[in-house]
């Protein structure tokens, strides 16, 4: 637990229905002449759907814009270039993210190369970056990630696999919209790995050895919030209040580890993701009970805290076997929303893990990990996760 930290908050966040209707008027006082629109070609398309309406509003209050619609899933090195391509030809002088992740950590990307210099890769690090990134607004459309507020930008290296991390308080959104209203007709599959990653994002700072009070709470929240409504929102996409409070969980948890950092599942699922382009929310679900299970000798009545804010009656039992109740329902969450049981099922090959595992070590999310693991643990981790049936 940290008693002396600084602590981030989103600079503003628009909530609510209707809110990215705002996003003109907020370019406008930002001084926005002409944002480069950061977001992908489904996005761009999708009828009434937040680029549609994220335009319209721009349109409304005069301003100018240019649609880049190049971001992939993991988003890569060559995705932000094409954007600084796109930025310098267009003439624009601010970014406006509409997306998940993706989108927002290409945005994010965007601006530290525009202003830190070309090459992203040698800024991966805590506090890398020297110069403040151009004007950023970003409206979320995944709850999520929370990248929309974070100072993380990942970003995947395609020429070694690796996805590595610019962790900088320059990166977060001045600005950051989240509409549920834009998240109704997320598919279910998309809707359970976002709500496993808000999940997993809750889990880690909370024992994670830089949390803090604050974040502490938010952890809690968050959980409590996600076990009320993301099975719902799986289950029927339309129900706004469940989409609403898996939008408040992810905040909370991105507010979390924003401060407070994560751990292993995060380290791990990063190789998984950089080494097999596969969705980061299953990555996260399909790493998270078998990580936990080896954290709890680190942090037992933590663990025993987290399977009652999981809506888990423990009473009468000992603080170790507490701790295994909310390993188990870390499981069921995972399989009630139809996540798939192993890392099997995204392509994982047990020749990789000894190089993943190695990697994981260096990942900058390891070290917050409450229990310290040896390359062989790792590897035996990633085994277990391709074991799971
Ligand atoms: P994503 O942004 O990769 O989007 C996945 C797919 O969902 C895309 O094809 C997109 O078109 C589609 N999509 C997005 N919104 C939609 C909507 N409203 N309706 C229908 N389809 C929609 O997914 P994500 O999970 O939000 O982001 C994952 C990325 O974010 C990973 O690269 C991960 O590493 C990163 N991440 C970043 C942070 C951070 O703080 N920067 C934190 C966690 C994860």
């Known amino acids: 637990m940290k008693t002396n930290f600084d602590f981030l908050m989103p600079s503003v966040n628009f909530f609510g229905p209707g809110v990215v209707a705002k996003v003109g008027d907020r370019a406008k006082m930002l001084g926005m002449k002409k944002p480069l629109i950061v977001t992908d070609s489904f996005l761009e398309t999708l009828p009434d759907g937040a680029v549609e309406q994220a335009v319209a509003?721009?349109?409304e209050a005069g301003v100018d814009f240019s649609i880049f619609n190049g971001v992939e899933p993991n988003p890569k090195v060559r995705n932000i270039e094409a954007a600084k391509t796109q930025y310098l030809a267009e003439n624009c002088d601010s970014i406006i993210t509409v997306g998940g992740g993706s989108a927002h950590d290409t945005g994010k990307g965007l601006g530290i190369i525009l202003t830190n210099g070309d090459d992203i890769t040698v800024l991966a690090g805590i506090e890398t970056l020297a110069n403040a990134l151009p004007p950023l607004i970003a409206i979320n459309t995944t709850a999520g990630t929370g990248s929309e507020l974070t100072r993380h930008a990942v970003i995947t290296n395609e020429e070694t696999h690796l996805k590595?991390?610019?962790?900088?308080?320059?990166?977060?959104?001045?600005?950051?919209?989240?509409?549920?209203m834009l998240m109704l007709d997320v598919p279910q599959g998309l809707t359970a790995a976002t709500g496993m990653d808000a999940f997993v994002q809750a889990i880690e700072p909370y024992v994670s050895t830089n949390r803090n009070a604050i974040t502490d709470g938010q952890c809690l929240q968050a959980i409590k919030l996600?076990?009320?409504?993301?099975?719902e929102a799986v289950a029927n996409g339309h129900n706004l209040e469940a989409r609403t409070k898996m939008v408040e969980a992810e905040m909370l948890a991105g507010m979390a580890f924003n401060n407070a950092d994560l751990g292993y599942v995060h380290a791990m699922a990063h190789q998984l993701g950089g080494q097999y382009d596969a969705p980061h929310g299953v990555c996260c679900a399909l790493l998270l009970p078998i990580v936990e299970k080896f954290n709890i000798i680190a942090a037992p009545e933590r663990f025993a805290e987290l399977a009652v804010a999981m809506g888990e009656n423990i009473d009468g039992l000992s603080t170790r076997d507490a701790a295994e109740v909310a390993i188990k329902a870390m499981r069921q969450m995972s399989i009630d929303v139809g996540i798939p049981r192993s890392i099997k099922d995204i392509g994982a090959k047990p020749e990789d893990f000894e190089l993943m595992a190695e990697n994981a070590l260096k990942d900058g999310n390891a070290f917050s990990n409450p229990r310290k693991a040896t390359k062989a643990e790792i590897v035996q981790l990633f085994q277990e996760a391709y074991d799971q049936v």
């Open 226 to 231: 996600i076990e009320e409504s993301l099975r």
């Open 164 to 180: 590595f991390v610019v962790v900088s308080w320059r990166n977060i959104p001045l600005v950051s919209f989240n509409d549920p």
């Open 57 to 59: 509003s721009l349109k």
